[in-house]
């Protein structure tokens, strides 16, 4: 069965500082990883994805994540938080051609000027 | 180009009727996801229609029911509202039906409040 668990149900970190969001997931095989974000009010937009390419993933407004088989993990980082980046954090495991995404509780990330 | 639109944005409605929200996807995404967030319980995946068909369901009573028209938009009705249906519910859409590689692209949502 897949799961995933977000570490941290809130992240409070201040402008400039690294963000880390933890994420750990468990799959019975290679799974397809993502990072959603929703901001206030809005729906869901997808910030990286990890589908069995590269470990170290590249995505909007400067986050990457690292996929770490060995830890079963996924964690999203940033160098240096803004302002905008304040919101709620999903990561998300797929199951293939079920149509079904598996989402984590969510982190909400505050960043303190 | 436009993205996954919903409606209504807001509904409110008392307890054992009915309300129907509405989904456009993107043009020429096939496959339509419904998903219900809750207060305090995440995002929970409710159905997925593709090409017209119901392809999968989450783990919600009959009265959670859909269909998916033509056009690929699509419709989810809750019957006999009940409090704990208040939430946001989030339509999304992608090309096909994977999603190994695809990604889900959401609407703002809508908004049902059973009182």
């Known amino acids: 069965a897949q799961s995933v668990t977000q570490l941290d149900s809130h992240v409070s970190v201040s402008e400039g500082t690294p963000v880390l969001l933890r994420c750990n997931y468990s799959s019975s095989y290679s799974p397809s990883l993502f990072w959603y974000v929703q901001h206030p009010n809005k729906g869901l937009q997808l910030l990286l994805k990890y589908t069995s390419a590269a470990t170290l993933v590249k995505g909007i407004n400067g986050f990457e994540a690292e996929f770490k088989k060995s830890e079963t993990s996924f964690h999203l980082t940033k160098p240096s938080a803004h302002m905008s980046d304040a919101a709620e954090y999903f990561c998300?495991?797929?199951?293939?051609?079920?149509?079904?995404?598996?989402f984590g509780q969510g982190t909400e990330l505050s960043v303190k000027p | 180009e436009a993205g996954v639109t919903q409606s209504p944005t807001h509904l409110i409605k008392t307890r054992g009727q009915q309300a129907t929200l509405r989904c456009s996807p993107i043009?020429?995404?096939?496959?339509v996801y419904w998903y219900q967030q809750a207060l305090g319980l995440g995002l929970q995946f409710l159905l997925w229609?593709?090409?017209?068909?119901?392809?999968n369901r989450g783990n919600f009573p009959p009265r959670f029911s859909g269909r998916q028209f033509p056009n690929y938009s699509s419709e989810l009705n809750v019957n006999a509202l009940e409090l704990e249906d208040s939430a946001l519910y989030l339509c999304?859409?992608?090309?096909?039906?994977?999603?190994?590689?695809?990604?889900?692209?959401f609407g703002e949502g809508s908004r049902l409040t059973v009182l």
């Open positions: 043009s020429g995404h096939t496959s």
């Open positions: 229609y593709d090409e017209g068909e119901e392809r």
């Open positions: 998300v495991v797929s199951y293939r051609q079920g149509g079904k995404l598996i």
């Open positions: 999304a859409s992608s090309i096909g039906r994977t999603l190994n590689t695809g990604e889900l692209f």
